[in-house]
């Protein structure tokens, strides 16, 4: 399996602008994550999806954030309107349901967003 | 969440091993004990977890108190590549809280 995929690695955007963040899980993976970390907060939660139903949102920031999971194999993050202080790397993680707490989670390489 | 206290920053040789502690005093019962590593410019890495019992894989070892209020992680031979920030998380349900980690620093 190639892993956690995200797309785009890197992206440049003017502050107003819509921005899309794109995950595909490890297949087979029930959980789904997204995180963001910046050097002021570290790594945060911001959503957590079990069989492609968000469960926990309470990590997101505010209105203009929103993240959707249409099947087991694809998920975005979308920021509308964008705003400098939402530059960070966002990462987005899945894991198997089966083994509980005790699983491993795994990671993407990351989306570095730059909202100039 | 339950917390979890780490150094800063650690240094090592390559090649020696490096012990990595990691204080939990308000363990629960059920909460296992993960250590993740992020390499510059990369997501975040499992490396081990654990609940009760010392735990070997191929990247490192786990070693946890008995009273499972501390823990250890072992990187038995320290590489360059082993170079990262090292994250001890409890985890008692979907959630993985990353702290501060400890940042290792190997030296040639």
């Known amino acids: 399996d190639a892993g956690v995929i995200q797309s785009p690695r890197h992206e440049v955007t003017e502050m107003g602008q819509e921005v899309t963040l794109r995950c595909k899980p490890i297949s087979g993976h029930n959980s789904l994550f997204w995180y963001r970390q910046t050097m002021m907060r570290g790594l945060e939660l911001l959503i957590y999806?079990?069989?492609?139903?968000?469960?926990?949102d309470s990590g997101m920031p505010e209105d203009r954030f929103s993240a959707k999971m249409p099947n087991a194999s694809f998920s975005t993050l979308k920021i509308q309107p964008s705003e400098p202080r939402d530059s960070a790397v966002y990462f987005c993680a899945s894991s198997p349901s089966t083994g509980g707490w005790g699983t491993e989670a795994f990671f993407g390489q990351g989306t570095r967003l730059t909202v100039v | 969440d339950a917390k979890t206290t780490q150094p800063n920053s650690m240094e090592s040789n390559e090649e020696e091993p490096v012990h990595l502690p990691c204080n939990h005093s308000t363990i629960s019962g059920t909460d296992y004990i993960h250590w993740y590593r992020q390499l510059p410019s990369q997501g975040p890495e499992y490396v081990i977890h654990g609940l009760t019992s010392n735990v070997n894989n191929r990247m490192a070892s786990l070693a946890i108190a008995e009273d499972r209020k501390s823990s250890t992680l072992i990187l038995h031979r320290a590489t360059l590549r082993d170079a990262a920030v090292y994250y001890c998380?409890?985890?008692?349900?979907?959630?993985?809280?990353f702290g501060a980690g400890t940042t290792v620093t190997v030296r040639a």
């Open positions: 998380i409890l985890r008692a349900d979907y959630k993985l809280s």
């Open positions: 999806f079990n069989n492609n139903v968000p469960i926990d």
